[in-house]
Nanobody, 119 residues
Framework: DVQLQASGGGLVQAGGSLRLSCLVS????????IGWFRQAPGKKREGVSC????????WSTDSVKGRFTISSDNAKNIVYLQMNSLKIEDTAVYYC????????????WGQGTLVTVSS
């Protein structure tokens, strides 16, 4: 049974940084794809970034490229989302999820962590 626990959200001013963590248990981040998603109030959930170490793939949506970086600590089984140059429009609940690959359906989800970017 794969479990994911997201943490690291908080309140930050525009232009600031936060690092989200996704602790994975029941699967190894070396052979399981982990994605970050977000859902802003009144909006649909969107994919933000994904990493699959077994085929060296990293993907990020255009709106965060150059600002967000996904990485993993395989020894700790944690996937990080480093978020720099945060914008007000990045405000959302962020979720991490797991799948067989970044293009498969994500079938294991963690609880969300709220990121609020203020002006």
């Amino acid at each position: 049974d794969v479990q994911l626990q997201a943490s690291g959200g908080g309140l930050v001013q525009a232009g600031g940084s936060l690092r989200l963590s996704c602790l994975v248990s029941g699967a190894s981040v070396e052979d399981y794809a982990i994605g970050w998603f977000r859902q802003a109030p009144g909006k649909k959930r969107e994919g933000v970034s994904c990493i699959s170490n077994y085929n060296n793939l990293k993907w990020s949506t255009d709106s965060v490229k150059g600002r967000f970086t996904i990485s993993s600590d395989n020894a700790k089984n944690i996937v990080y989302l480093q978020m720099n140059s945060l914008k007000i429009e990045d405000t959302a609940v962020y979720y991490c999820a797991g799948a067989a690959s970044c293009t498969h359906d994500f079938d294991s989800w963690g609880q969300g962590t709220l990121v609020t970017v203020s002006s």
